[in-house]
């Protein structure tokens, strides 16, 4: 085999190679499950058993069964609605930051004026529960990227909640645009994986899902200013903070539109989901306690993580979560970074494999090659999957109750059992009690489950030193919150 082709079956394996865990999610298993079949066939490593060692308590987790509500909403998410949403978005010309903003056809204002019009019909059919806001502010000259007073305006469709109002979730994408040059403000450029991808998956649920009624509140936004300096997100992470919303989780789309790699291989089943480790906003002494207890990997986010590839993955979108232990791409960044700077748990949507050459590119044709961000580009039931991903995460996430605050370990006296505490959510409206999650160290996933019951204390007869706990809350219908990491009481 030559070197080239040996490159090329790596790539090619990197993300679309794990049959395994594709064939085992289909037949119902875990994603913990379908990854130690995986490394017993050769794929995964060596032969560890990390799923058979340590024994202990509690059923197998599979993946969230999906319920009539849930599966209505995945089959009216519609491909043909997605694409012309993404050639509408186009058809501005250039939606860069500083474009402008009077012309009714051309540039981001209009862009913006289209998308909060659709917004307001998706809102009219939900008997006045959702509602359309323009959140606008201005980032003056001389900023990072800015060489003008630049009005920066976010469209958000805001599904309020039936009981839960004040905890929200948030999808995103960004409907600004940019080539090669970032400063080019009357190219045109297109956008059409980067962003109208994400823009479509935001605005394709906030119209399946305004008639739907969620516990909580779901917030469905298209930003501006990103391939600036992440500007549009900042401001909306900043207002939510500022408003006390206890948002509990965050998801971007951003380059969700493609399934086809830059060697032409495609892979029309993978999503990846990048998820930081430690929160940027712990403190110095509660990061230390977090290494010290082997909590690195049980971040707020990447436990949001784990709540998507039990909640969203093959058997009920058709999709296969790729979880990134990474805050972005290599040495990269998006719009849920400032979610994170604000204490919010938050993760990037990105399609299996960019092409460059479709990406910050001006629109020319070079040596017999096609550069740009073209729609011709776009994989647009691919883009369709995606949505489903984020539909059945929002929708689990939305009809749960909040996650157990407080979740500690009580570590005072030596004993191989476990004792664990925590409080309830702030609202517990629906809440019919608690579950216990755990894993091997090494395993990516919670592996068993533990009902206790309405309680708020728990001894389980495992040792806290060789497994990884979590806490989450469960509803009177079956819907599970993300597990929230135990401190040291």
């Known amino acids: 085999m030559t070197d080239e082709q040996l490159s090329r079956t790596t790539r090619r394996g990197l993300l679309a190679g794990s049959g395994a865990v594709a064939g085992a999610a289909a037949l119902g298993a875990s994603p913990a499950a379908a990854h130690h079949g995986a490394a017993h066939h050769g ?79 998706y809102a009219a059919a939900s008997g006045g529960r959702m509602t359309v806001d323009v959140q606008s502010f201005v980032v003056p000259a001389g900023s990072v990227r800015i060489d003008r007073d630049t009005t920066i305006n976010n469209v958000i469709a805001t599904l309020h909640g039936d009981v839960d109002i004040n905890r929200t979730y948030v999808v995103s994408g960004h409907y600004d645009s940019r080539v090669t040059d970032v400063m080019n403000f009357t190219a045109d450029a297109p956008g059409a994986d980067d962003d109208a991808s994400g823009v479509a998956v935001s605005m394709e649920l906030a119209r399946v899902m305004a008639t739907h009624h969620p516990r909580a509140t779901i917030m469905f936004a298209a930003v501006a200013g990103e391939e600036q300096n992440l500007y549009g997100s900042h401001h909306m992470a900043d207002v939510l903070k500022a408003a006390g919303a206890d948002v509990e989780g965050m998801f971007t789309n951003d380059i969700v539109g493609s399934s086809t790699a830059d060697d032409g291989t495609r892979d029309r089943h993978s999503v990846r989901l990048f998820a930081q480790g430690p929160p940027p906003t712990e403190d110095a002494a509660r990061h230390a306690l977090r290494l010290t207890l082997g909590g690195e990997n049980d971040s707020p986010a990447r436990d949001l993580a784990r709540f998507v590839a039990e909640v969203a993955g093959r058997t009920i979108t058709g999709m296969d979560i790729r979880m990134i232990y990474r805050l972005d791409r290599y040495l990269r960044g998006g719009d849920h970074t400032w979610f994170l700077n604000n204490g919010f748990p938050a993760a990037r949507f990105t399609e299996p494999a960019e092409n460059f050459a479709h990406q910050h590119q001006d629109v020319r044709v070079e040596n017999g090659v096609q550069y740009g961000d073209l729609p011709e580009f776009c994989d647009f039931d691919y883009i369709a999957g995606v949505a489903r991903v984020n539909a059945a995460s929002l929708w689990s996430l939305a009809k749960a109750p909040g996650m157990p605050v407080n979740a500690l370990i009580d570590a005072s006296v030596l004993t191989n059992d476990t004792v664990l505490l925590w409080s309830p ?65």
């Not at 608690?434 to 204390?457: A, F, L, S």
């Open 43 to 121: 794929e995964g490593g060596p032969e560890l058993a990390s799923e058979t060692w340590p024994p202990g308590p509690g059923r197998r987790v599979f993946p969230q069964h999906a319920d009539s509500e849930l599966r209505s909403i995945l089959r009216q998410i519609d491909p043909d609605r997605i694409e012309a949403t993404i050639r509408k978005l186009v058809s501005f010309g250039t939606r860069h930051t500083m474009s402008t903003q009077t012309d009714p056809n051309r540039g981001i204002g209009a862009a913006k004026d289209w998308i909060k019009s659709q917004l307001d019909s």
């Open 425 to 489: 959510p702030a609202n517990v409206a629906g809440l019919a009690g608690y579950e216990v999650v755990w894993r091997p160290t090494i395993n990516p996933y919670w592996t068993h489950v533990i009902d206790v019951g309405n309680v708020t204390k728990a001894t389980i007869d495992l040792s806290k030193d060789n497994v990884v706990f979590g806490v989450r809350s469960v509803s009177t219908d079956g819907y599970r919150s993300p597990a929230v990491f135990p401190f040291r009481a």
